[in-house]
């Protein structure tokens, strides 16, 4: 063929942190046979989707079999009853400013930060490092151009904005509370960040898909910050919260009050998921609205203690052993220094090696990734406990 390919794909790496750590699981499995493997890599849940949830996508079928109450194509932006729950959760949490129109409904987080840069012109991005990798490849098949913001251990991997702000208007990604580090941001912090895009003329994408985890007092959407309207678009899902990581659905809320030349983002945002997107289903929306109201919300809820009480038990290992580490409070998951100036690499060889657990290499997240290595607390209670037994032994 003659056709001309987007080359910047390219740029990505050819392979896939998880693809990688897969492969390596694989072949240990196939040199030790019968050996017990604790996963701690990935961050998916295992705990069912609550009942309570199920039966209403129970119901929900049972419309679809009725020509009466029969739903075809959904709404492209999602259904009415979802949208509106949505807002009353943001209100619940402290944002009154986000409406049922300003919610767009999709199929999760990860489409959502892969398709915005669709609507976005070619601008620099800011991106946090270590960074969950979709936020930098999503940009590098569009080639833009990406900058930096390190995350350390000095700063508890909370990265601050750039002291110059003479520079080009920006596309900043944040994450809070943080994957892989599990570190959330204070108000304080967080204000620094939007009066940084304000002054600068910036956007900031905010992933807030583990939100649900925070409970200190800290911000569970950007939205408690004021101008935030003005200058962030914000991305969340009911993955961990309500447990559909194999359902699908999240959603983005971009205010009407954001503009870039006299244009409002959200007509751009509509007539992307218009013309790229058939919607969630109506069976898939209506589980969703009722995780978030009466049983199905405490349900939600009381997943997330069990997930909290595994990051707990982790994060007691390591304060015991004096190894450094973030998360495990507000998040599920631990982001911890290697013992003994390790690679991630190196420890993650070790400890599939001595005990048969699998985490994740820092080094996959980025070049600040290095010598650190993530654990999740979406396993069951029992392994995380054989795992920290284990972790005792370090």
């Not at 997107?277 to 009381?302: H, M, P, R, W």
Request: overall charge negative; charged content about 20%; hydrophobic content about 35%.
């Amino acid at each position: 063929m003659d056709i001309k390919l987007n080359e910047h794909f390219l740029d990505v790496k050819e392979t896939y942190l998880f693809s990688d750590i897969a492969k390596r699981v694989k072949r240990f499995q196939e040199e030790n046979p019968g050996r017990e493997i604790i996963r701690m890599g990935i961050g998916d849940v295992t705990l069912p989707i609550p009942a309570s949830i199920t039966s209403a996508m129970e119901e929900a079928v049972k419309e679809m079999a009725s020509k009466d109450s029969f739903h075809g194509y959904p709404p492209e932006y999602g259904y009415e009853f979802l949208r509106s729950a949505i807002s009353g959760h943001y209100k619940a949490i402290g944002a009154d400013s986000v409406t049922p129109e300003s919610i767009y409904v999709s199929d999760g987080a990860k489409s959502d930060l892969g398709n915005l840069p669709d609507i976005l012109g070619d601008n620099p991005v800011i991106i946090p490092d270590p960074v969950y990798p979709v936020y930098v490849d999503s940009n590098l098949m569009n080639g833009r151009k990406i900058s930096f913001v390190n995350g350390t251990k000095d700063n508890d991997f909370l990265p601050e904005p750039p002291a110059d702000t003479d520079i080009e208007p920006s596309v900043i990604y944040i994450c809070s509370p943080n994957n892989p580090t599990g570190a959330v941001y204070s108000y304080e912090g967080l204000t620094a960040w939007v009066n940084f895009a304000l002054r600068t003329g910036s956007l900031i994408i905010f992933d807030a898909a583990y939100e649900a985890f925070i409970s200190e007092d800290k911000p569970h959407t950007i939205y408690e910050i004021p101008g935030a309207e003005s200058c962030a678009v914000e991305i969340s899902s009911f993955s961990k919260f309500a447990g559909f990581t194999g359902l699908r659905c999240g959603w983005t809320v971009v205010p009407d009050t954001l503009e870039a030349g006299g244009i409002k983002l959200s007509k751009f945002w509509a007539r992307r998921q218009a013309t790229k997107f058939n919607g969630v289903s109506y069976i898939t929306q209506k589980g969703a609205a009722a995780s978030l109201s009466g049983k199905g919300f405490e349900d939600c809820l009381a997943n997330i203690a069990y997930y909290k009480r595994n990051a707990t038990m982790l994060a007691n290992v390591f304060k015991d052993r004096g190894i450094y580490f973030t998360g495990g409070v507000n998040s599920p998951y631990i982001w911890l220094k290697c013992p003994g100036d390790m690679g991630g690499w190196e420890f993650f060889d070790s400890i599939l090696t001595r005990f048969g657990i699998v985490g994740t290499p820092g080094e996959g997240f980025g070049e600040n990734g290095r010598g650190f290595f993530r654990l999740t607390a979406f396993g069951s209670y029992e392994n995380t406990k054989k795992a920290c037994d284990l972790f005792r032994t370090l």
